[in-house]
């Protein structure tokens, strides 16, 4: 059977499944909810969910150590790499705070080297279009790293916040979006 590209039969195709967009939308706009009421659990959840993909993560890893195709190199890696993701992965749930602070210690980190990336590249290419934007973008992400590394418990809550906030604006896109959609299948 083939697909036809006509705009119309795509807009009617797309139209007919404007429920999953507006689905989507009221899920998102109620995680933005969720995190902007309790922003310090939503940290705890995420330092949770961490530690069990670290622990399933390491099930896997060692259990792919056993493979039929693979040299005892590799083979001692991977169990090594799924014995170390495990106690880390146990250690991230015993002691959550803890978890919660290497997250934000992780998220200063990249976020400085990310910002030093952005400003080596646009300080180094004059015809770089939007250049000062990314100057101004590669400050701000040194410095935002600065200050979630100099204040790493006060820096996440703030970024629950706003992760809620753009969370709920991007679920309310997502709905309006929906409506318009069906209205092109109309």
């Known amino acids: 059977m083939a697909t036809r590209t006509d705009p119309a039969d795509v807009l009617d195709r797309v139209g ?9 939308g009221i899920i998102t706009v109620l995680v933005g909810i969720v995190v902007l009421v309790w922003p310090g659990r939503t940290l705890i959840v995420v330092a949770v969910l961490f530690g069990i993909q670290l622990i399933v993560m390491g099930i896997f890893r060692f259990a792919s150590a056993f493979g039929h195709d693979l040299g005892a190199g590799t083979r001692t890696l991977y169990a090594l790499l799924g014995v170390l993701s495990l106690i880390i992965g146990l250690y991230a749930l015993r002691h959550v705070l803890i978890t919660v602070l290497a997250l934000a210690l992780l998220l200063g980190i990249f976020w400085i080297i990310s910002g030093a990336v952005e400003l080596f590249n646009a300080l180094s290419n004059r015809e770089m279009e939007s ?3 990314a100057i101004a973008s590669g400050i ?17 809550v703030v970024l ?18 929906a409506f318009r959609i069906r209205r092109l299948r109309a």
């Not at 629950?160 to 979006?177: P, T, Y």
Request: without cysteine; positive net charge.
């Open 160 to 177: 629950a916040l706003v992760l809620s906030i753009w969370l709920i604006v991007f679920g309310i896109m997502a709905i309006v979006n």
């Open 140 to 156: 701000l992400g040194i410095l935002a790293g600065i200050v979630v590394l100099v204040y790493p418990g006060i820096s996440l």
């Open 131 to 133: 250049r000062g934007w």
């Open 16 to 24: 007919r499944h404007w429920g999953w967009v507006l689905g989507f």
